[in-house]
């Protein structure tokens, strides 16, 4: 197995008496796409920031591509870590071309790189044009053309969807698979779960500091314990008492021939032969990735996967 992009060891970061990581241990690979959850305040931002070396952590070890990004010899490293920050600013009277051409020089940079970039995140009819002319969508792929200036092996988005409609963040969605399957490391941070379905390999969940889960979004719903409910249409009213077994939580009778019960699909055949007389209907409802975040953040599912 390769050596991660990065990792963090134990990391703790306290700004005064305000404590915004707490002993947090994770790592970022080559080739995998990993999203970083957590509600405002959580501690993400912070996290990326450790990893660029911006801040440097008040305890345990960050490593990235090789070494200590706030170390004395990070200047070469921190130019294969490619960043979006969350309220990106640009010129609004300059062009797009312009706009990259600037932060290249920054990186050092051939600017002969940069047409081929601007065509990779579909700005290249955009580019002559002024960025204060560029909707959201087109700024946050102008800051992505930005943050893969150099070719970077690890890439760390700053909520790079808020504020994207829904087609602007499939398009945003399928360049990141791109670059992933590219061997390109990449994290993104985002309040919400739900937009990570199909999209990451893997989820780290933040809480107040804490890393709560770090996992696939199938683990995270393993992990939670929320069940699917299932919604049961009984021909007629129970001729008899149904016998519910102790681990088919919270079930109820929401009227006379519907019982709606929380279990795992795999008990559905015993609920079944539980039932006293024939089913006409079954529905499943399965929790929601909403229903799952909601879980974490409620504390009642912190475990790591
Ligand atoms: N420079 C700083 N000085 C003091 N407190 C800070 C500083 N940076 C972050 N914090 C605090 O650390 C905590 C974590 O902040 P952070 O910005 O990492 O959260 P976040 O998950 O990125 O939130 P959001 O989703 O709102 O951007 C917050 O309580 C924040 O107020």
């Given at each position: ?57 008040t ?9 200590d ?21 640009f010129q ?18 051939d ?63 399928a360049?990141l ?52 409910r ?14 519910v ?60 996967c």
């Amino acid at each position: 197995m390769t050596e991660p992009l990065i990792t963090l060891s134990h990391v703790t970061m306290t700004f005064g008496r305000q404590v915004a990581v707490r002993d947090v241990s994770l790592a970022l690979n080559s080739g995998e796409c990993v999203g970083l959850v957590g509600h405002n305040g959580a501690g993400k931002s912070t996290l990326i920031k450790l990893m660029l070396g911006l801040i440097r952590p008040t305890g345990g070890h960050v490593h990235a591509l090789g070494g200590d990004p706030a170390g004395a010899a990070a200047g070469r490293a921190r130019v294969a870590l490619g960043y979006l920050p969350e309220n990106v600013a640009f010129q609004p009277a300059m062009t797009g071309a312009e706009t990259l051409a600037f932060y290249a020089r920054l990186k050092r940079q051939d600017v002969r790189g940069n047409a081929a970039l601007l065509a990779k995140v579909g700005l290249e009819q955009a580019a002559r044009r002024r960025v204060g002319t560029y909707s959201k969508g087109m700024r946050q792929r102008l800051g992505l053309a930005q943050a893969l200036l150099g070719s970077p092996r690890a890439l760390l988005l700053d909520e790079p969807t808020t504020g994207l409609d829904p087609a602007a963040r499939q398009d945003f969605y399928a360049l990141l698979r791109d670059l992933r399957d590219g061997g390109v490391g990449v994290l993104l941070s985002s309040h919400a779960l739900a937009e990570m379905e199909g999209q990451v390999d893997r989820v780290v969940v933040m809480n107040a500091g804490h890393k709560v889960a770090d996992g696939s979004l199938n683990d995270l719903r393993a992990l939670a314990g929320t069940r699917p409910r299932l919604v049961v249409r009984l021909a007629g009213a129970p001729r008899a008492v149904v016998n519910v077994p102790d681990r088919w939580i919270g079930w109820r009778m929401i009227c006379d021939d519907v019982l709606d019960i929380e279990c795992d699909e795999a008990d559905l055949p015993a609920l079944m032969r539980t039932l006293p007389q024939e089913v006409i209907e079954v529905d499943i409802a399965r929790p929601s990735l909403d229903d799952v975040y909601a879980a974490f953040l409620r504390g009642k599912a912190a475990a790591r996967c």
